[in-house]
């Protein structure tokens, strides 16, 4: 029900855009949100948005993610700028039914819809 599309190989400094797609069940969710998790580490939240298009972002992403949803194709995007090394991960998307203080990317218990997964590597 949901996929994700557009990881790839960067330089660090560089920056890309991560989409996905969803059947209309998951996008009707109220919350919708990326994470992440690089090789033997935990799944850590990077950013969630609500259908009202209010968006949280976590502290080591502020300032380099932006996470567009656009209601109408029911794509969400994941826009990360001035990547570092320490980006390289595989990037998942996420739905949820709860929003208010439930919609957050360091709430990943309240996310029930989860894609595959999309592989960013981020080279010196």
């Known amino acids: 029900q949901l996929k994700e599309f557009g990881g790839t190989s960067v330089q660090a400094g560089g920056s890309l855009t991560l989409s996905c797609t969803a059947s209309p069940y998951a996008y009707n969710g109220v919350c919708m949100g990326w994470f992440r998790q690089s090789p033997g580490q935990e799944r850590e939240g990077v950013a969630s948005i609500e259908r009202d298009l209010s968006a949280k972002y976590a502290d080591s992403m502020k300032g380099r993610a932006t996470i567009p949803r656009h209601n109408t194709n029911h794509t969400l995007y994941l826009r990360l700028d001035n990547l570092k090394p320490e980006d390289t991960a595989d990037y998942y998307c996420?739905?949820?039914?709860?929003?208010?203080?439930?919609?957050?990317?360091?709430?990943?218990?309240?996310?029930?819809?989860w894609g595959q997964g999309t592989r960013v590597t981020v080279s010196t």
């Open positions: 996420a739905a949820g039914q709860y929003g208010g203080d439930w919609c957050d990317p360091q709430r990943a218990s309240t996310f029930h819809y």
